[in-house]
């Protein structure tokens, strides 16, 4: 069974190791990262249903640009925002960068954990749709097939199992296999297909 993955990013290394400690004990595949620079290369390597972002890392607001780069490429992205800074003007910016909360220091573990259940009770469908069925149907998943993305009719070699990986990954080529298949859904919803 695939677990849920959350990437926590802070520079205080007691901080990741506590929030990471308790989200384990809730089953979590958790990853962590110090810097805003190392959080981005690993969140364009992997997909992660759930972000936990220190606003500022590194004495500056690398926190909220990691946020902007994350909306700028998954605008529903689950992020969590974290701040040591609880003023009106940074919780507008991390809403209007689509944060999923915004949490002020110290953080209580247990709201911690709260909020991380409530934003994986919201992660995204089509990736939790294609997960459950690669797991229940692994043959069939595994198996490639020509199929059409694409208006000028151009068939591509797809596998459910492949496009997965892709996606998980968080590659150009995954993020390209999601957009095809939201593409595709949308076409055969309004062709009355499914």
């Given amino acids: 069974m695939n677990k849920d993955t959350v990437l926590i990013l802070d520079d205080e290394v007691h901080i990741v190791d506590q929030f990471a400690r308790a989200l384990k004990r809730e089953g979590y595949d958790v990853d962590t990262a110090y810097t805003g620079k190392d959080g981005w290369e690993k969140y364009q ?11 500022r890392m590194e004495k500056m607001n690398s926190g909220m640009l990691l946020l902007q780069q994350i909306d700028a490429k998954h605008p529903t992205a689950k992020v969590i925002m974290i701040t040591g800074y609880g003023d009106e003007r940074t919780a507008i910016e991390a809403h209007h960068n689509h944060a999923f909360d915004y949490l ?5 573990i247990p709201e911690l ?26 043959e069939e998943a595994s198996q490639p097939d020509n199929v059409v993305f694409t ?13 997965l990986e892709a996606i998980k990954a968080n590659s150009p080529e995954g993020r390209d296999e999601y957009k095809n298949i939201v593409k595709l859904t949308l076409d055969l919803l309004t062709r009355g297909k499914i």
Avoid: C, F
């Avoid at 002020?104 to 209580?108: A, M, R």
């Fill in 45 to 55: 390597k992997r997909y992660y249903d759930v972000v936990i972002v220190d606003q």
């Fill in 104 to 108: 002020t220091k110290p953080v209580d």
């Fill in 113 to 138: 954990t709260k909020k991380v259940n409530e934003a994986m009770s919201r992660k995204d469908l089509i990736i939790d749709a294609l997960e459950e069925w690669v797991e229940t149907h692994p």
């Fill in 151 to 163: 208006d000028s009719g151009e068939p591509k070699v797809w596998s459910a199992k492949d496009s």
